[in-house]
């Protein structure tokens, strides 16, 4: 059976499907925002995403995680349009396993909690925009999205210990843009003055 | 549990990834030090940041209406 018979003989099911995945529209725009850093790209994006989606609803099993799934179109579709192919291969500086654990070092320049709260929004999406790629994607599903590490790893097609490394990559990098910020902004001095 | 362990294991912790026995393992470490305590609290604002400061544009509508067309 096609996907369009499959459609045209079960309704209630197609749509049901629709109105799930069109539940994650917000959602699914935001991550293509800070991917693009384009507004009028996110919209090309998602509008993509979702016509793949609808062409493979096939292939998606009712009662599993339909966000995930989503994002991993998306994401895929990203890479494939922009950054031309997905990133299987490559490595970024530091990103295997054991980066993870080379934490101790990574206090030296961070902002003071109170402080975080006088940042802008605006920088603070900037920071999140100004990360390599693949750092930026594993912020968006893990601490804006809610993603679990397995769930994240699933959608990124990596093993788990790649996201966490990422992840604290990311974070580390984060960490030291935000105090380079309230630094530059008079927020916080310098602790040479 | 020293403090690089404890160190090691934030980011699980701050994003709820531990088991019942590890969480009570750096619960209690972070609670007698004041250092340690500190990171983690740092950590999780900046999560805490990204999500709010992130989570926050809707879709334009004329983006809604038109999936709307492409999905009903």
């Not at chain 1, 996110?42 to 609808?54: I, K, M």
Request: with cysteine.
């Amino acid at each position: 059976m096609t996907t369009l018979e499959a459609v045209t003989e079960r309704p209630a099911a197609a749509s049901n499907f629709s109105e799930e995945a069109i539940g994650y529209l917000d959602t699914l725009y935001r991550g293509a925002l800070r991917l693009t850093r384009d507004a009028v790209k996110a919209e090309d994006l998602v509008q993509d995403t979702y016509v793949r989606a609808l062409r493979y609803q096939h292939s998606y099993q009712p009662g599993t995680n339909m966000k995930a799934w989503l994002f991993a179109i998306m994401r895929n579709l990203f890479w494939d349009r922009f950054k031309g192919g997905r990133p299987e291969n490559i490595s970024l500086d530091g990103d295997g396993e054991f980066a993870l654990y080379d934490t101790l070092k990574d206090d030296t320049a961070r902002p003071e909690s109170d402080v975080l709260d006088k940042l802008a929004a605006g920088e603070v999406v900037n920071a999140v925009e100004r990360l390599p790629e693949l750092h930026r994607e594993v912020v968006l599903l893990v601490d804006v999205e809610g993603f679990s590490y397995k769930d994240a790893a699933e959608v990124l097609g990596v093993p788990i210990g790649t996201v966490m490394s990422r992840l604290h990559r990311a974070r580390q990098q984060l960490q030291k843009s935000l105090y380079d910020y309230a630094q530059e902004s008079g927020i916080v001095h310098g602790r040479d003055s | 549990m020293n403090c690089g362990d404890c160190i090691n294991q934030l980011d699980a912790y701050v994003d709820r990834e531990l088991s019942d026995a590890e969480l009570a393992t750096v619960r209690e470490h972070l609670d007698s030090c004041p250092p340690c305590e500190d990171t983690f609290q740092l950590r999780s604002d900046v999560k805490r940041l990204v999500r709010t400061c992130c989570g926050q544009e809707a879709a334009p509508s004329e983006l809604r209406q038109k999936l709307r067309e492409i999905l009903f």
